[in-house]
């Protein structure tokens, strides 16, 4: 069985709130988990003291029996100081796209004459 310490959503409509459980990853994103663990309201700002609450005791105990974190609850069990935080890295991302080439060009050219005179 693959377990997964994932997020399961709640609330209505533009309201989210998030159980972090322990469960199958073949059972459905809300459905069937093995232990809740904590939960997580993206809502509140980001300093509040309830955006997260995780017990980082049944986490740890979890991640020695074998069960993987998804990305957002890696972030979180990084935060706790548990697991080392993910290192991505997207060079691509970073680079501004054609239009913004051919402004820096054309500001470019016109910059070269400027300093000429």
């Known amino acids: 069985?693959?377990?997964k310490i994932r997020l399961a959503r709640g609330g209505t409509k533009k309201r989210p709130h998030y159980a972090i459980v322990i469960a199958d990853s073949r059972s459905p994103r809300d459905g069937r988990f093995i232990e809740?663990?904590?939960?997580?309201?993206p809502l509140l700002p980001k300093d509040h003291v309830d955006r997260v609450k995780l017990d980082?005791?049944?986490?740890?105990?979890w991640l020695t029996k074998g069960a993987t974190a998804s990305d957002r609850?890696?972030?979180?069990?990084?935060?706790?100081?548990?697991?080392?935080?993910?290192?991505?890295?997207?060079?691509?991302?970073?680079?501004?796209k054609k239009?913004?080439?051919?402004r820096a060009a054309a500001a470019?050219?016109?910059a070269a004459p400027a300093e000429a005179s």
């Open 1 to 3: 069985m693959a377990l």
């Open 36 to 41: 809740k663990i904590g939960f997580y309201n």
């Open 56 to 61: 980082l005791d049944k986490a740890k105990e």
């Open 73 to 96: 609850v890696h972030r979180f069990l990084a935060n706790g100081g548990l697991v080392k935080p993910l290192k991505k890295n997207n060079p691509e991302k970073a680079k501004p």
């Open 99 to 102: 239009k913004a080439q051919e």
């Open 108 to 110: 470019a050219k016109a």
